[in-house]
């Protein structure tokens, strides 16, 4: 079979092919940027994916790094606390030391005397404090209460019957 073609189809068909030769031309070209486009994106995911490993490397590093800062400061605040208790205790000593350095600076002051201690009117002891004198008669019997200081002096001391036992301050000479 024949077919008679006329020749304004023939020329419509041939327009029609090279209109469909230049689209496929066109989509060729499309094809290839979208072809270049999708290696762009596929490179752009690739650093995406080697970015977010990176991250994610970084950000478990950094909690190790937190997790170890945790720890030292809890190791900072147990040597603080333990410092703060010494420093305490260290200004317990210093108020304790000074306590003692007024109590023998006062001993001191009071050192330009003496206590004598009189048993029935004779010398018995002579003690540094008037609590020593008292301390060391009270071993030898003496009781608590009833103390009376001498009325005379050092040479004269009061009959043996007056009182049985007494505690005399006496200056010491040349201590100013």
Not at 36 to 59: I, M, N, V, W
Not at 66 to 74: G, H, W
Not at 98 to 109: E, G, I, Q, S, V
Request: aromatic share 4%.
């Amino acid at each position: 079979m024949i077919r008679i073609v006329r020749t304004r189809t023939l020329r419509e068909n041939d327009s029609t092919v090279v209109e469909l030769y230049e689209r496929a031309e066109e989509l060729a070209v499309e094809l290839t940027n979208l072809h270049s486009q999708l290696e762009e994106e596929k490179q752009a995911a690739c650093d995406f994916g080697e970015s977010l490993l990176r991250t994610q490397d970084s950000e478990e590093t950094l909690r190790k790094e937190l997790a170890a800062a945790r720890d030292d400061l809890a190791h900072t605040k147990g040597e603080l606390t333990a410092l703060t208790t010494k420093h305490l205790l260290d200004a317990e000593d210093r108020v304790v030391l000074r306590m003692l350095l007024k109590t023998a600076r006062r001993h001191n002051d009071r050192a330009d005397r003496v206590h004598v201690l009189f048993r029935h009117g004779r010398l018995h002891g002579v003690y540094a404090t008037r609590d020593a004198a008292e301390i060391a008669a009270e071993a030898e019997g003496a009781t608590r209460d009833g103390w009376a200081p001498l009325t005379t002096s050092f040479t004269a001391p009061a009959p043996d019957t007056e009182i049985p036992w007494r505690i005399e301050a006496l200056r010491l000479k040349g201590v100013e």
